[in-house]
C-alpha cells in the first residue's frame, strides 16, 4: 500500500543533501547525531552525491567488544516512524530484543509493522528462550509471518520463496514509509539481529527519497510475506528491478539460469589506472567459479583485487592464490584473550569496485546485501543483493573495507585452516 501519492522523482541539489543529513559516517553518532529529525549528520555530504543515501558499519573492537552501530540505527529509525505509517522488516534470524523493541513501540503508537521471518533462522528463531521474538509475538503487530509453513513448502525449506529442501529466507531487510523527516526509507543490511553479529564486521546501505525503489521492495516483501514459491524468482516481475530515479538496482536469489554476480564483475572489462576490486565476504565456495575466474582475469588485466574473507573453498583459494594483483586475507580472530571468548570476523557481503565498468571508466560502484558467495545463496535462498552507484557511499564502503584489510587476522581458526 501507498501511503503518500506518487511524487515527481525528487533532483536533490546539495542543499537538499544537507537538510536530510546525507552522511558518510559509519560509527555511532553522538546524541545529537541521533535525533529523530534526519538522518545522522557525523559528516559532511559530498557535493557530488546524486540522492540521499548514508551508511552504517558494525566494527567491533580487537578483543570483540560489541559495536551495535546497525542495531542503534534500526532503533532510531523505528523510534522516529509516527501513526498511521508503515514499517516492514524481513529477517534471517533475530534474537537480539532491542529493535523488536522499537517495533513494539512503533505499533503502540499507531505504526503498521509487518515482519517476515525464517522459520527456523539457523536454529536461532525457534530456541524457547529467544527474547526478540516474545517481544515480536506479544507486540501488536499488523503481521507476524514465519515462512516455511505452509502446504507448498517442500520437506526442509524455511523460506518464503525458494522452495527447495535447504531453501532459507537470508534477507536483512526494513523499509519505513517516514521516520522522522525522511520518507521511504530502505535499509539493506548484512546483519542478522543477534547478539553475536555485533562482534562481527557488518555493513548498511541505507536509502530514503526514492518512492519506486520504496515500492519496488514494498511488492517483494508482499511476495515473501505471501510465501509465493519461485525457485527462479530472479526472472519473474520482481526479481530485479533498477530504479529510475537513482539507478539503484536489485537482483533477488533463487536464482536459476546464471550467476549474476560473475555477471556484474565480468562488466568489469578494461584497465585503467587505479582500478580496483575489493571483496569483503563472509563465504565464498567452491561452487562458485564463475567469481573466482572473473577475479582472476581481472587481477590479470592489471587492476587490484584484495579478498578479506571468513572462510573459501580450496579450489576458489588455489585459483586466486598467488595470482597477479591478487592478496588474500582469512579473518578469524579467536584470541583466547577475547572477551567472553567471542570471535571477530566478516560478515558483510561487500564488492566495491574502482574504475572501467560496462564500458563507462571512472566509476565507482559497491554491491551489498545478504548474498554469500555459495551456491545455496544464488539457487536456493531468499537473497537481495543491491548495486549503488554514489560518491559518499562507496568512500564509506572503501574506507570500512581499509579497516577490514588492516584489521584481518588468523588466529585458532575453527577449521584449522588460515587459508580456507
Same mark, same amino acid.
Given at each position: 500500500?501507498?501511503?503518500?501519492?506518487?511524487?515527481?522523482?525528487?533532483?536533490?541539489?546539495? &542543499? &537538499?543533501?544537507?537538510?536530510?543529513?546525507?552522511? $558518510?559516517?559509519?560509527?555511532?553518532?553522538?546524541?545529537?547525531?541521533? /535525533?529523530?529529525?534526519?538522518?545522522?549528520?557525523? $559528516?559532511?555530504?559530498?557535493?557530488?552525491?546524486?540522492?540521499?543515501?548514508?551508511?552504517?558499519?558494525?566494527?567491533?573492537?580487537?578483543?570483540?567488544?560489541?559495536? %551495535?552501530?546497525?542495531?542503534?540505527?534500526?532503533?532510531?529509525?523505528?523510534?522516529?516512524?509516527?501513526?498511521?505509517?508503515?514499517?516492514?522488516?524481513?529477517?534471517?534470524?533475530?534474537?537480539?530484543?532491542?529493535?523488536?523493541?522499537?517495533?513494539?513501540?512503533?505499533?503502540?503508537?499507531?505504526? #503498521?509493522?509487518?515482519?517476515?521471518?525464517?522459520?527456523?533462522?539457523?536454529?536461532?528463531?525457534?530456541?524457547?528462550?529467544?527474547?526478540?521474538?516474545? #517481544?515480536?509475538?506479544?507486540?501488536?503487530?499488523?503481521?507476524?509471518?514465519?515462512?516455511?509453513?505452509?502446504?507448498?513448502?517442500?520437506?526442509?525449506?524455511?523460506?518464503?520463496?525458494?522452495?527447495?529442501?535447504?531453501?532459507?529466507?537470508?534477507? @536483512?531487510?526494513?523499509?519505513?514509509?517516514?521516520?522522522?523527516?525522511?520518507?521511504?526509507?530502505?535499509?539493506?543490511?548484512?546483519?542478522?539481529?543477534?547478539?553475536?553479529?555485533?562482534?562481527?564486521?557488518?555493513?548498511?546501505?541505507?536509502?530514503?527519497?526514492?518512492?519506486?525503489?520504496?515500492?519496488?521492495?514494498? &511488492?517483494?516483501?508482499?511476495?515473501?510475506?505471501?510465501?509465493?514459491?519461485?525457485?527462479?524468482?530472479?526472472?519473474?516481475?520482481?526479481?530485479?528491478?533498477?530504479?529510475?530515479?537513482?539507478?539503484?538496482?536489485?537482483?533477488?536469489?533463487?536464482?536459476?539460469?546464471?550467476?549474476?554476480?560473475?555477471?556484474?564483475? /565480468?562488466?568489469?572489462?578494461?584497465?585503467?589506472?587505479?582500478?580496483?576490486?575489493?571483496?569483503?565476504?563472509? =563465504?565464498?565456495?567452491?561452487?562458485?567459479?564463475?567469481?573466482?575466474? =572473473?577475479?582472476?582475469?581481472?587481477?590479470?588485466?592489471?587492476?587490484?583485487?584484495?579478498?578479506?574473507?571468513?572462510?573459501?573453498?580450496?579450489?576458489?583459494?588455489?585459483?586466486?592464490?598467488? =595470482?597477479?594483483?591478487?592478496?588474500? @586475507?582469512?579473518?578469524?580472530?579467536?584470541?583466547?584473550?577475547?572477551?567472553?571468548?567471542?570471535?571477530?570476523?566478516?560478515?558483510? @557481503?561487500?564488492?566495491?569496485? %574502482?574504475?572501467?565498468?560496462?564500458?563507462?571508466?571512472? %566509476?565507482?560502484?559497491?554491491?551489498?546485501?545478504?548474498?554469500?558467495?555459495?551456491?545455496?545463496?544464488?539457487?536456493?535462498?531468499?537473497?537481495?543483493?543491491?548495486?549503488?552507484?554514489?560518491?559518499?557511499?562507496?568512500?564509506?564502503?572503501?574506507?570500512?573495507?581499509?579497516?577490514?584489510?588492516? %584489521?584481518? @587476522?588468523?588466529?585458532?581458526?575453527?577449521?584449522?585452516?588460515?587459508?580456507?
Amino acid at each position: 500500500m501507498r501511503l503518500l501519492p506518487r511524487r515527481t522523482p525528487v533532483r536533490v541539489v546539495l &542543499a &537538499a543533501c544537507l537538510a536530510v543529513g546525507v552522511t $558518510g559516517a559509519g560509527l555511532p553518532g553522538s546524541p545529537a547525531a541521533v /535525533a529523530l529529525a534526519a538522518a545522522p549528520a557525523a $559528516g559532511a555530504p559530498a557535493a557530488a552525491d546524486p540522492f540521499p543515501a548514508y551508511t552504517r558499519f558494525n566494527i567491533p573492537a580487537e578483543d570483540g567488544t560489541r559495536d %551495535r552501530a546497525i542495531e542503534d540505527e534500526l532503533v532510531r529509525l523505528a523510534d522516529g516512524v509516527p501513526a498511521g505509517s508503515y514499517i516492514r522488516a524481513v529477517m534471517f534470524s533475530w534474537s537480539s530484543p532491542v529493535v523488536a523493541e522499537a517495533l513494539a513501540r512503533a505499533a503502540a503508537r499507531g505504526a #503498521v509493522v509487518r515482519v517476515v521471518l525464517d522459520e527456523t533462522g539457523g536454529g536461532v528463531n525457534t530456541r524457547a528462550d529467544n527474547a526478540a521474538l516474545q #517481544v515480536l509475538r506479544s507486540a501488536n503487530l499488523d503481521d507476524l509471518v514465519i515462512c516455511g509453513k505452509t502446504a507448498a513448502a517442500v520437506a526442509g525449506s524455511t523460506a518464503c520463496i525458494g522452495n527447495r529442501s535447504n531453501s532459507i529466507n537470508h534477507n @536483512k531487510i526494513f523499509t519505513f514509509s517516514t521516520s522522522g523527516t525522511m520518507k521511504r526509507v530502505v535499509v539493506i543490511s548484512s546483519q542478522n539481529l543477534t547478539f553475536s553479529q555485533n562482534n562481527y564486521f557488518n555493513s548498511a546501505l541505507i536509502v530514503h527519497e526514492d518512492y519506486d525503489l520504496y515500492d519496488h521492495f514494498t &511488492a517483494y516483501f508482499n511476495d515473501l510475506r505471501a510465501q509465493r514459491k519461485n525457485n527462479d524468482y530472479f526472472n519473474s516481475a520482481n526479481g530485479y528491478y533498477k530504479s529510475p530515479n537513482t539507478g539503484v538496482t536489485v537482483y533477488h536469489s533463487p536464482r536459476a539460469d546464471s550467476d549474476t554476480l560473475a555477471n556484474r564483475l /565480468a562488466e568489469v572489462t578494461a584497465y585503467e589506472p587505479g582500478c580496483s576490486v575489493d571483496v569483503a565476504h563472509a =563465504q565464498i565456495t567452491d561452487a562458485r567459479p564463475e567469481v573466482a575466474a =572473473q577475479l582472476r582475469r581481472i587481477g590479470r588485466m592489471g587492476c587490484r583485487v584484495r579478498v578479506v574473507y571468513g572462510s573459501m573453498g580450496g579450489t576458489t583459494y588455489a585459483t586466486l592464490n598467488g =595470482q597477479p594483483n591478487i592478496s588474500l @586475507k582469512k579473518y578469524h580472530d579467536a584470541e583466547a584473550s577475547n572477551y567472553d571468548g567471542r570471535v571477530v570476523t566478516v560478515h558483510s @557481503k561487500n564488492v566495491i569496485i %574502482r574504475g572501467t565498468f560496462a564500458g563507462v571508466p571512472g %566509476r565507482s560502484i559497491v554491491f551489498t546485501g545478504s548474498h554469500n558467495i555459495t551456491e545455496p545463496a544464488l539457487h536456493d535462498h531468499d537473497e537481495t543483493l543491491v548495486k549503488i552507484e554514489h560518491p559518499t557511499v562507496w568512500n564509506d564502503f572503501h574506507a570500512n573495507f581499509e579497516t577490514l584489510w588492516s %584489521r584481518a @587476522k588468523c588466529v585458532n581458526p575453527d577449521n584449522g585452516s588460515c587459508t580456507t
